[in-house]
């Protein structure tokens, strides 16, 4: 084995040299948003001189706001909102930045990659944030892009497309050139299709639909965001969009695509061709169809990848240990034990840019707890390598340094549409019905107890899960919709559509694995007229305050009048009642007035 | 040596409040022999009933036209009360304490000081002062603990309240005025975003000036609670945005991220008066709505409305108060409120603003003259060469002899009995055994001390710790100037002579400056103080050079910066900010997404505050019955749905705990609050102190603590039988464990 593969993994030692003076180099491939995020949190150890970065990305701007893409396209955004990072700053405390421009290889033996232009450049750690590409869709039409593991991209331009471009008036909306072809036909005032009713489409057609557009969404399932929501909820958001401009087209599946001849012979798109015959005209079609992970560069570097780079916990390659991966490319799973079987892991990128920001936190604040602890000549010597271990093998135990929490398993994203006028967010699993028996609990409904299932092989009693609850509000004719699973009373799953802060509480019940109130109709109220349960009370009842500066009650007026204090300035005398702002002396002549009508009834009568 | 005394009750005087920030003017009038009915006996053996008050009017004045709320109608009862303490008290070996003479005392007092300081130290004595002491008493604490103590060790109770809003106001401006305009500018504004602020119940007489904005539907409260001034926003008066406990920062980056995502900035002001804009608008970037409704709770749309009713307006303020300040990381939100204002171009014009809304009596003054542990006279910096060459001439001594910046009042705190800490305090003005976060720990730091001193009206849960109680003036009953929130001026008048026994706490420190033959001169006379405070803050960025009693008290409207020779400054900032290019600084802040914790079995979130009944640790207003009787005892405000899950009755017994400590009060179940949130008030004693819970964990540039959000476990000990719904069956076999 040769001596410059001997590396000291796991301990948190990776690629260090016992003498600590060599700074830990750093290469981080992929300058989108998360990247952006792990480079400005590593900022201090580069200044420090403990590390250095080299960050290579393809696309030829700084990083910028991929999220606010679809605001962009329609115009609603000017470029500058989509500003992300200060590059500048960064280049200036030290950090290498390489914009358009890709690294073609991995080469893990001699610790080194290569880049689009031939030059290799050393590393003692790799952080992979080479994100997602949208997917492009089996359409007749559209070439079929041919990615070669043998024979990767060279060049940044190339890196998605391969030597299929996408025909003209076709195209994705994921990067900025996308959204320049998109917003030119915003403002031309072109007819827009767009593929696929995720998310993505969603959000961008009703978008561009605020901006004037004519949109048509065209979509396999029978209701938009058919992932993330139910046929109640999906059911009440196609009529919300629809309503708001966007001609919504179910169950067509999307087969060829039919081009008229440009000005210069080029063919351009003309209309979508649906299985069932079904002609779909326009003058841009906007493929939404998901994304997938960029994992070439790493399949190329024999790393182990499923629907992305396989990553543990601490976001480190299941085969390299001096590789690490995040955001939108990371699949993060756990290691399986050596020998177990090798099913796919569960899991995926969730395609949310929260869960990449934290994951770039969380490493760079690792990165820099390590980097400075091997900085510290004292902590070198008690921590210095036993024993070389060859790259590939299991992770040794982590020496005994604190180098801060675990990553938090990130479970199930929250998924909000952005839109305005319209608020979807779902999150968890919502798959449940009110009416579903719960297979743990056949009985529900009768035993208070909680069932015992079985027992261990210790004899001891097996609990029952916890139980499932469902319940659910629908008013499709106002555009409401309300689906709330818990299990125990915690909340693991809900849809929310037209009830924006029912949908914000739900969020974060969600979020916090909280309980939820046993009558789940509090969290309907928030969006109707009696928001307040504490307000709304009689304004005359004996306990309401009048006066909030001097605490004086309806009772306590009513009592100083029964006493002959008739008028307002009297009131005042007596119970400092409108002595404080004066605010409330309006509503204490009204109380007055009241008491007057009362004491005469009482007389009369 | 006799006290200065003054002389006889005088018919009728005006003067101000003697409480919150607002200082509402009143006037005070003389009466033959007051008294609360229940003659007590003092220490001194005077029938303290017997003793002559004063009743308490009204008086017309910009910030309270008149009007006062329930603690400044009542505020004269105090200086009556039977609990009043008339005459030094030393502890005795038993723990008890017997009454000294004012020599006897000083004698003690000065001799434990001079012995702690030449066997451990200067900064072996530390000094606490407070937001209530006049300006002249605030100022002479500071010059006393650097000349007289030669000590470093200097903080106050206005690290509590004021310091992140100032540091953030610092860093923006180059000065920090809580409000840089006159409160009357308020009531022209059709727009007012309240961030964290109660005012109706804090500062009441101060919503007549949010009537303008009311009246156009503008009147804008963010607050977890539906709190009186939140109710402001009924019957078309605005809105009242709910975020979850400590999400303000987010909520803050949100909006500005909206404000300039739809065009709503002011470019023509960024671009004339501030520096920094571009590094805001990239760090905004990740704060898009839906994001900021994740995690603070506050639905888009509301966010969107607020952003564009904000820049619709045509006078537009944004007020921050201690909720959204009193945070680890309260000093960056109090920057994204400045931020957000800068960006929509609202300061330092004539029609709208931002403002910080100062708590204490004198919040003002008080963090301007010298109790701050790196601050001299005029808001100076104590580490400047150039400010200590100036206010070292003025006291007399050599700068070489002043020493360099303390530590803050948390740290301060924490180093009470501690090796190479302090081991002899003085607190002056301020409960800390209520008022300081986690409590327990600041009673054992002042368990573990050599000699505490504490200077009072009443045994306070604070001076029960101490080894000698010195009794102090009331407002009525001395001379001074005070610092409002709007930073005006104004005078504080003796309507009432004091008791026989009580001192000045200027008296104090000359006596005790002359015990320990301390440099410079220590006038007991307050003008002549006042007169030297402004010169000591001639040419500091709180400059009362220009001013006097004799000005102030012709009335004039006197707001600092009032340099010799000009007529004061009532609006900040209108030609330019006080950093030496003329402009704000935009300092580009981001929030630390943190992970709330999971909301089950009784976990909550609390959030402390203040009730319309108290002031502070209550140690006053808890002795003025007509307010005990109105709120005797800490209530912990809980929402409904969060009470029946865990059994908890209106008014039955609550156990509220925490690693920190455990709270015994009842509950307070209303609609009013967020069900993820309690509220527990902070005024009360005992096993009813909110502080027992709050962690003591400090924003990194003011050293505020967090007080607003602390995560605690809260169990009815009072239970109603079968108090919940089907989800609690399963729930409860594990709370039960939990909890026994």
């Known amino acids: 084995m040769p001596e410059s593969i001997v590396a000291v993994p796991g301990a948190g030692t990776i690629g260090a040299v016992p003498a600590a003076a060599a700074p830990t180099r750093i290469v981080l491939v992929g300058y989108g948003p998360v990247g952006a995020r792990l480079v400005e949190e590593l900022l201090p150890v580069v200044r420090a001189g403990l590390a250095t970065l080299t960050v290579v990305g393809a696309e030829a701007a700084d990083a910028y706001n991929r999220v606010l893409i679809a605001d962009y396209a329609v115009g609603r955004s000017d470029r500058g909102a989509l500003d992300l990072t200060d590059t500048d700053a960064a280049r200036a405390a030290g950090v290498d930045i390489r914009t358009g421009e890709i690294v073609t290889r991995i080469n893990r033996v001699r610790r080194t990659v290569t880049l689009g232009d031939g030059t290799h450049l050393g590393y003692d750690r790799i952080v992979l944030a080479t994100g997602a590409r949208a997917n492009v869709p089996t359409l007749d039409g559209v070439t079929r892009v041919r990615r070669s593991l043998m024979c990767p991209p060279s060049d940044a331009a190339s890196l998605d497309t391969a030597d299929a471009p996408l025909p003209r008036g076709v195209t994705a909306l994921r990067d900025l050139d996308d959204a320049e072809t998109v917003l030119a036909t915003v403002r031309s005032g072109g007819r827009i299709v767009v593929l696929g009713a995720g998310v993505l489409g969603m959000e961008f057609a009703l978008a561009a639909a605020q901006a004037g557009s004519d949109v048509c969404v065209v979509y396999h399932a029978d209701i938009p965001l058919n992932r993330n929501l139910d046929r109640g909820g999906g059911t009440v958001l196609a009529r919300s969009a629809r309503r708001a401009g966007v001609t919504m087209v179910s169950h067509a599946r999307a087969e060829s695509i039919l081009f008229t001849a440009d000005t210069d012979g080029h063919d351009r798109f003309d209309a979508l061709i649906c299985a069932d015959g079904k002609q779909i005209p326009g003058d841009l079609l906007v493929l939404s169809c998901g994304i997938g992970a960029r994992t070439e560069l790493a399949g190329l570097a024999g790393l182990s990848v499923s629907t992305g780079i396989l990553v543990d916990e601490s976001l480190r390659s299941w085969t390299d240990p001096a590789i690490f991966a995040i955001g939108d490319c990371a699949h993060v799973a756990p290691r399986p034990a050596p020998g177990a079987s090798q099913a796919a892991p569960a899991g995926g990128p969730t395609g949310l840019i929260g869960p990449g920001w934290r994951q770039a936190d969380w490493l760079a604040a690792r990165f820099t707890a390590e980097i400075e602890h091997d900085a510290r000549p004292a902590d070198a010597l008690t921590v210095a390598p036993v024993a070389p271990a060859p790259v590939a093998a299991a992770p040794v135990p982590a020496a005994p340094v604190d180098f801060g929490p675990a990553l938090a398993a990130h479970t199930h994203g929250v998924v909000m549409l952005k839109a305005e006028g319209i608020d979807v967010v779902a999150a968890g699993d919502t798959s449940a019905d009110p009416w579903d028996l719960d297979p743990a609990h056949p009985d529900d409904g009768h035993g208070a107890a909680e069932p015992v299932r079985g027992r261990d092989c210790a004899g001891a009693p097996v609990p029952a899960p916890p139980r499932l609850g469902v319940s659910q509000w629908a008013d499709p004719e106002h555009g409401r919709y309300v689906k709330m699973v818990t299990r125990g009373g915690i909340l693991t799953g809900f849809i929310c559509v037209g009830m924006p802060r029912t949908g914000a509480e739900l969020t974060l019940l969600f979020e916090r694995g909280s309980e939820l109130p046993a009558d789940r109709s509090l969290l309907l109220r928030y969006d109707g007229p009696d928001v307040d349960p504490a307000g709304g009370g009689d304004a005359f009842a004996p306990d309401a305050t009048v006066c909030w500066c001097n605490g004086v009650t309806v009772g306590a007026i009513t009592a100083s009048a029964e006493a002959g204090n008739t008028d307002v300035a009297c009131i005042g005398s007596a119970t400092r009642a409108g002595t404080g702002c004066g605010g409330c002396r309006g509503r204490i002549g009204e109380v007055l007035e009241r008491f007057a009508l009362t004491n005469s009834t009482e007389i009369l009568g | ?740």
């Open chain 2, 1 to 740: 040596m006799t006290a200065p005394r003054a002389s006889v009750a005088r018919p009728s005087v005006d003067t101000h409040c003697p409480y919150c920030a607002l200082q509402c003017a009143m006037t005070l009038t003389g009466t033959e022999a007051a008294g609360m009915g229940a003659a007590g006996t003092d220490a001194a053996g005077t029938d303290a009933a017997a003793r002559p008050g004063v009743t308490v009017a009204g008086r017309a004045f910009p910030t309270n036209r008149g009007g006062l709320c329930k603690k400044g109608w009542t505020a004269a009862e105090l200086l009556v009360s039977p609990e009043r303490i008339l005459t030094p008290m030393l502890r005795q070996p038993d723990g008890s304490f017997e009454p000294a003479s004012w020599d006897e005392a000083l004698d003690l007092v000065a001799a434990r000081l001079a012995d702690t300081r030449a066997q451990h130290g200067a900064d072996s004595v530390g000094v606490f002062g407070g937001g209530g002491l006049t300006n002249e008493k605030a100022y002479q604490l500071g010059k006393f603990t650097r000349v007289a103590l030669g000590s470093s060790r200097i903080d106050y109770n206005g690290r509590f309240c004021m310091s992140s809003a100032a540091a953030a106001g610092n860093r923006a401006f180059g000065l920090d005025r809580g409000l840089p305009f006159p409160v009357e500018d308020l009531d022209s504004a059709d727009t007012i975003l309240i961030l964290g602020s109660n005012v109706a119940q804090t500062m009441p007489p101060f919503i007549g000036h949010l009537e303008g904005a009311r009246r156009a539907g503008g009147l804008i409260v963010v607050d977890p609670r539906r709190s009186a001034t939140a109710r402001l926003t009924e019957d078309g008066g605005g809105l009242h945005v709910q975020p979850t406990p400590g999400s303000d920062l987010v909520l803050l980056l949100g909006l500005t991220h909206i404000v300039i995502a739809e065009g709503l900035i002011d470019t023509d002001y960024l671009a004339r008066r501030t520096t920094g804009f571009e590094a805001l608008r990239r760090s905004v970037s990740r704060w898009w709505p839906e994001r900021v409704q994740q995690l603070t709770g506050v639905p888009v749309p509301q966010l969107r409305g607020l952003a564009r009713r904000l820049s619709a307006g045509t006078g537009t303020y944004i007020l921050t108060g201690r909720g959204v300040e009193q945070h680890v990381d309260g000093t960056d939100t109090a920057t994204a409120a400045i931020n957000l204002s800068l960006v929509l171009g609202l300061v330092g014009t004539r029609r709208s603003g931002y403002g910080t809304l100062t708590g204490q009596g004198n919040g003002q003054g008080g963090r301007e003259h010298g109790q701050k542990c790196d601050q001299l006279p005029g808001y100076r910096k104590i580490t400047d060469p150039a400010a200590r060459a100036h206010v070292a001439g003025v006291w007399g001594v050599s700068p070489e002899s002043l020493p360099g910046a303390g530590v803050p009042a948390i740290e301060l705190l924490d180093s009470l009995g501690a090796p190479g800490g302090i081991r002899c305090l003085l607190v002056h003005g301020s409960n800390v055994v209520v008022s300081a976060p986690d409590s327990n720990r600041v009673r054992a730091g002042l368990e573990a001390l050599d000699f505490l001193v504490v200077c009072d009206f009443f045994f306070s849960e604070t001076a029960r710790f101490a080894d000698v109680v010195l009794p102090v003036t009331q407002w009525a009953e001395e001379e001074g100037t005070m610092t409002s929130l709007e930073g005006r001026v104004i005078r504080r008048r003796t309507a009432i002579g004091a008791p026989d026994g009580v001192r000045s706490e200027l008296w104090i420190f000359q006596e005790l400056a002359r015990r320990l033959d301390s440099a410079g001169t220590f006038s007991a006379d307050p003008a002549e103080v006042f007169d030297e405070l402004c010169r000591a803050s001639a040419g500091g960025l709180a400059d009362y050079s220009g001013l006097s009693y004799g000005l102030l008290d012709t009335g004039e409207a006197a707001y600092w910066p009032y340099p010799a020779g000009s007529a004061g400054t009532p609006r900040l900032f209108l030609d330019g900010f006080a950093h030496a290019n003329g402009r704000a600084r935009i300092v580009a802040v981001q929030a630390r997404v943190t992970d709330a914790p999971a909301q089950r079995d009784g976990t909550v979130t609390l959030i402390t505050g203040r009730l319309l009944e108290h002031y502070q640790s209550g140690a006053q207003t808890r002795r003025v019955p007509e307010l005990q009787q109105a709120q005797p005892q800490a209530r912990l405000q809980v929402h409904p749905a969060t009470a029946a899950r865990l059994g908890l009755v209106d008014g039955g017994e609550v156990e509220v705990g925490n690693a920190q400590g455990v709270v015994s009060c009842v509950a307070e179940v209303t609609g009013g609050i967020r069900p993820d949130t309690v509220f527990l008030p902070f005024h009360f004693p005992g096993a009813q102190r909110a502080n027992l819970l709050t962690l003591g964990v400090t924003d990194p540039v003011s050293g505020m603590p967090e007080f607003k959000r602390t995560t605690v476990r809260v169990r009815a000990l009072t239970r109603t039988p079968g108090a919940d719904l089907a989800d609690a069956v399963s729930a409860r076999s594990t709370r039960t464990d939990a909890h026994a």
